[in-house]
């Protein structure tokens, strides 16, 4: 039995979150607690992570503090033209490395960006579920991050995300309204391969 959500259509069964997950550019600029924020950094907490390194750091700025237009200016121009109504700004960073036993100091992590990779997924989701959306991009000034946001020696920024409640996209200038929907996936045929590639 197929799933149809978003005008998107599973060919396999799995939760509906997963096709109610997208990533709108118009919000309408609402403001979001610091315990909805904190509910989607739970869920990312629980990610998994190799020998349980959880490698990630969330750094955020939510539009009704002080710390909202630098975060906003930390954006490449063209994502500052729509993030700016948007309900709070995230940058995900990780750390390149991790303790494992039997080890008494820190080793390089061959996985942190996959780790905060699925971090970022499991926000994403529980974004959705709450009724909020996340938009991930890596549209950001990553040297003025560096140096604004006091990123420490042996971690590196992951990307950044926009969290908001969706708005009108007539909001958005007119190339980016045709793009206002979400998109669709390649099958799995052509993803997925038994035995080797």
Not at 16 to 25: G, I
Not at 151 to 159: C, H, L, T
Request: glycine share 8%; aromatic share 12%; proline share 8%.
């Amino acid at each position: 039995m197929s799933l149809t959500a978003n005008s998107r259509t599973a060919d396999h069964p799995i939760e509906p979150v997963f096709l109610e997950r997208w990533s709108p550019r118009a919000f309408n600029g609402e403001g979001i607690s610091e315990h909805d924020l904190r509910t989607m950094f739970e869920a990312a907490r629980w990610a998994p992570s190799s020998y349980n390194s959880q490698p990630w750091r969330f750094l955020y700025a939510r539009r009704d503090n002080a710390h909202w237009d630098k975060f906003l200016g930390l954006l490449n121009p063209f994502n500052q033209s729509w993030a700016k109504t948007g309900s709070a700004i995230v940058f995900i960073v990780s750390s390149e490395t991790m303790m494992v036993p039997g080890k008494e100091t820190p080793v390089p992590s061959y996985s942190h960006s996959f780790d905060a990779g699925a971090a970022w997924a499991c926000l994403a989701l529980q974004a959705t579920a709450m009724g909020w959306f996340a938009h991930g991009m890596v549209g950001i000034e990553l040297e003025k991050i560096y140096t604004e946001l006091k990123i420490p020696a042996g971690y590196k920024v992951e990307m950044g995300l926009v969290i908001g409640k969706q708005g009108p996209k007539d909001q958005l200038p007119e190339a980016l309204q045709a793009r206002e929907a979400p998109s669709p996936r390649k099958p799995v045929t052509e993803l997925a391969f038994e035995g080797g590639f």
